[in-house]
């Protein structure tokens, strides 16, 4: 009774929103059986089957183009930032489906307030806001500005030794901005046939997509609603203390090695071998997104590689390399470095390629299969199914209904890829005259497979394996031009070609199981697909080239040191040299590293399938986080780690609201030091420095500084 008094409670509250109260007296006759009852229906559909759904032109609104420009500019800036620092980005899904639906809703109060409001904000709507945003976040994280365009740059040509005129090209935001407006929307036209397949016909779950419809479906809801605004008001918070916090670190940074980011935690021996806690708000809320497993992974690359491994490598400075070489010469000890991060990416990458690529032939296998056993179903009894089923196929019915009346016509975007595949045949080989057009034709009838392969493969697992696709296209196409005719550059701008459009295949599935599920029309989605796409292509270079004026990108040894671009220049040099450009003994550690990855990978899968008492597969680290501190050292590893120390123990004493409002603390304490990167960036371009240099020596240091002052 206690329980059917709380439900009552929300009656009136649920009947002013125009929704379905949740439960309904109805008749059912289930085996036989007459049942008169209260039926809860657990489905979502049922929930709102009162609401009116609106027309595809009515749910892409000017609020919410124009909310959706100003929550990509956010997202693109944070993503740029990250992508430059240590390249770990988080989703932010959540947070991106949150603020799109507190922007909205409160506009759509304060009209209402004077009688102005001509059109409800519904899900639908929250959805093509979700989808423009994602999109252009999904531009800023697959641009290559921070990995591939920026390796073919001279300060990172002149890191591995390599500046040969063919193999660099200086950065300049025109032909930037053209490269990404000629290859990212090919992929958009490429999987719209394919939709109805994917989704209905597969069933395939993206998790990330069904995820983020739930999210979206609850906020509509007036529980969901009364939360969502608790959760932005826990965002606004912590943004504003990440902001202030990282204002105040400022005043003490005149310089290098100065302020809270230098801090020597650990003692100046660790702080020297990159061990320390640098303050990092944006780091600590990674942490917190982040899966404990990703952390502590982190933590351990870090102290195999910087810990062990390093100094260890640095004592045979003269004996496997030459001592007189630069600290950032690839044939030094920044060779082993890159070359065994590498080794462990690629293996990492391969195995995930081969499975998912096995795991995509054997569930299409099995699909067909089940189809001919279901023909063969001739006889079915109502006796057999269940309220529960009946209840599920009320939603499997709308949602259909919904998803298969606005279809895009394939005689659109089967022409709209061809067309934009012919033109980026023409206009790539003129940015990049290493790229014959015959290599670009190569690249787009490469295309299509990979990205199919792709967008099942991340319906299966919500993996998307794009970077590891465009890494192989460096080796393949770097390797068919060869060094002298510039095929470093011309493996670099294959990896841009084929990342482009297999990372915006396996998104656009994603955003179309949220509509699926949230009752958005496809066509709604694909417009904010395409309009979200050319903002990303946009913001992001522009965002970019903020950063690349203000500050020294791509020095190891500076606030923004860009890891994938050495990373991706190695690999193309190993396309074009082979083993010739790795310092001695690398290519055997590299070997080991390399199998090192693949066994990880495959043991961590065996124990999935047939462990399950303990699952012990859940603590066994991930070999592509073990690899990224091979190059940037250990001090953001520890940053999340206190992040994830931190959810942990809000855990232990309130799980429920450490799940609902740790997301969005996580993402204002992300979001407040990263946008305090625009003021920031703006006193550096006016030649304003910090008054104070807050700097840490040993006491023998100091006591010689003192002498040195004292008898000035």
């Given at each position: 009774m206690e329980r059917r008094r709380h439900?009552?409670?929300?009656?009136?509250?649920?009947?002013?929103?125009?929704?379905?109260?949740?439960?309904?007296?109805?008749?059912?006759?289930v085996n036989g059986r007459n049942i008169e009852r209260i039926v809860e229906p657990e489905t979502v559909e049922q929930v709102f089957k009162n609401l009116e759904v609106p027309s595809w032109r009515k749910q892409i609104t000017i609020r919410a183009m124009v909310t959706s420009i100003v929550l990509s500019f956010v997202f693109n800036f944070v993503i740029c930032k990250l992508s430059l620092t240590t390249g770990i980005i988080p989703?932010?899904?959540?947070?991106?489906?949150?603020?799109?639906?507190?922007?909205?809703?409160?506009?759509?109060?304060?009209?209402?307030?004077?009688?102005?409001?001509?059109?409800p904000f519904t899900r639908q709507e929250n959805t093509v806001i979700q989808t423009c945003v994602v999109a252009a976040s999904g531009i800023a994280f697959n641009n290559g500005t921070s990995s591939y365009l920026l390796?073919?740059?001279?300060?990172?040509?002149?890191?591995?030794?390599?500046?040969?005129?063919?193999?660099?090209?200086?950065?300049?935001?025109?032909?930037?901005?053209?490269?990404?407006?000629?290859?990212?929307?090919?992929?958009?036209?490429?999987?719209?046939?394919?939709?109805?397949?994917?989704?209905?016909?597969?069933?395939?779950?993206?998790?990330?997509?069904?995820?983020?419809?739930?999210?979206?479906?609850?906020?509509?809801?007036?529980?969901?609603?009364?939360?969502?605004g608790q959760q932005v008001s826990a965002l606004f918070k912590s943004f504003c203390f990440s902001f202030a916090f990282a204002f105040f670190q400022w005043f003490f940074k005149s310089g290098s090695d100065c302020g809270f980011s230098s801090f020597p935690t650990f003692g100046l021996q660790a702080y020297s071998h990159r061990f320390y806690f640098d303050f990092s708000s944006t780091y600590v809320g990674v942490g917190m997104i982040c899966p404990y497993m990703v952390n502590v992974s982190l933590l351990l690359g870090s102290i195999l590689s910087w810990g062990i491994m390093w100094p260890l490598i640095e004592k045979k400075a003269g004996i496997w390399y030459s001592a007189d070489l630069p600290a950032n010469s690839l044939h030094g000890i920044q060779g082993y470095r890159v070359f065994l991060a590498i080794a462990m990416m690629l293996g990492d990458g391969l195995y995930h390629v081969v499975y998912i690529m096995v795991k995509t032939m054997v569930n299409i296998i099995q699909q067909h299969s089940m189809k001919r056993k279901e023909a063969t179903v001739i006889n079915t009894h109502f006796s057999n199914q269940t309220l529960e089923s009946m209840?599920?196929?009320?939603?499997?019915?709308?949602?259909?209904?919904?998803?298969?009346?606005?279809?895009?016509?394939?005689?659109?975007?089967?022409?709209?890829?061809?067309?934009?595949?012919?033109?980026?045949?023409?206009?790539?080989p003129v940015i990049f005259p290493q790229l014959k057009p015959y290599h670009v034709l190569v690249a787009y009838l490469m295309a299509p497979?990979?990205?199919?392969?792709?967008?099942?493969?991340?319906?299966?697992?919500?993996?998307?394996?794009?970077?590891?696709?465009?890494?192989?296209?460096?080796?393949?196409?770097?390797?068919?031009?060869?060094?002298?005719?510039?095929?470093?550059?011309?493996?670099?701008?294959?990896?841009?070609?084929?990342m482009s459009i297999v990372s915006?295949?396996?998104?656009?599935?994603?955003?179309?199981?949220?509509?699926?599920?949230?009752?958005?029309?496809?066509?709604?989605?694909?417009?904010?697909?395409?309009?979200?796409?050319a903002i990303g292509c946009l913001f992001s270079?522009?965002?970019?080239?903020?950063?690349?004026?203000?500050?020294?990108?791509?020095?190891?040894t500076g606030s923004y040191p860009a890891p994938y671009g050495p990373m991706y220049r190695g690999m193309a040099l190993l396309g074009v040299e082979g083993v010739?450009?790795?310092?001695?003994?690398?290519?055997?550690?590299?070997?080991?590293?390399?199998v090192a990855a693949l066994l990880i990978n495959l043991i961590t899968h065996l124990l999935q399938r047939y462990e399950t008492r303990y699952r012990i597969y859940r603590f066994i680290p991930s070999p592509m986080c073990i690899a990224i501190p091979f190059y940037l050292g250990g001090y953001f590893s520890i940053d999340m780690c206190i992040g994830s120390l931190i959810l942990l123990f809000w855990g232990m004493k309130n799980k429920q609201m450490a799940n609902d409002f740790g997301p969005a603390v996580a993402s204002g304490l992300i979001c407040g030091e990263s946008l305090w990167g625009v003021p920031a960036a703006m006193l550096s371009l006016a030649g304003l420095k910090a008054p104070i240099c807050m700097k840490f020596l040993s006491a023998s240091t100091n006591n010689k500084m003192d002498a040195i002052l004292s008898g000035l």
């Open positions: 439900e009552h409670d929300f009656e009136e509250e649920w009947r002013e929103a125009g929704i379905s109260r949740g439960y309904s007296y109805t008749d059912y006759n989703s932010f899904n959540v947070a991106a489906g949150l603020l799109g639906f507190a922007f909205v809703k409160a506009w759509v109060s304060l009209i209402e307030k004077f009688g102005l409001l001509k059109q390796a073919m740059s001279s300060i990172v040509a002149d890191q591995a030794d390599r500046d040969i005129p063919t193999n660099v090209k200086s950065l300049s935001l025109g032909w930037i901005i053209g490269f990404l407006l000629t290859v990212s929307f090919v992929g958009l036209f490429l999987m719209v046939p394919l939709t109805e397949m994917m989704i209905i016909k597969y069933k395939l779950t993206y998790p990330t997509g069904t995820a983020t419809a739930y999210l979206i479906n609850s906020f509509h809801t007036p529980r969901g609603a009364k939360l969502a209840l599920e196929n009320f939603d499997e019915r709308r949602r259909k209904e919904f998803f298969l009346k606005d279809q895009i016509p394939s005689w659109v975007a089967i022409p709209g890829y061809i067309c934009l595949a012919g033109l980026s045949i023409g206009v790539i497979i990979l990205a199919f392969c792709n967008a099942y493969g991340c319906g299966l697992t919500d993996w998307s394996l794009a970077s590891n696709y465009g890494k192989m296209a460096i080796m393949v196409f770097s390797s068919w031009v060869g060094l002298e005719n510039g095929g470093v550059l011309a493996g670099l701008a294959s990896c841009g070609v084929i915006t295949a396996s998104d656009l599935m994603q955003d179309f199981k949220t509509g699926y599920l949230t009752l958005a029309s496809p066509r709604s989605m694909f417009f904010s697909q395409v309009f979200g796409t270079p522009l965002i970019f080239w903020f950063f690349y004026k203000a500050y020294s990108v791509g020095d190891p010739a450009s790795l310092p001695k003994n690398c290519l055997e550690f590299a070997i080991w590293f390399f």
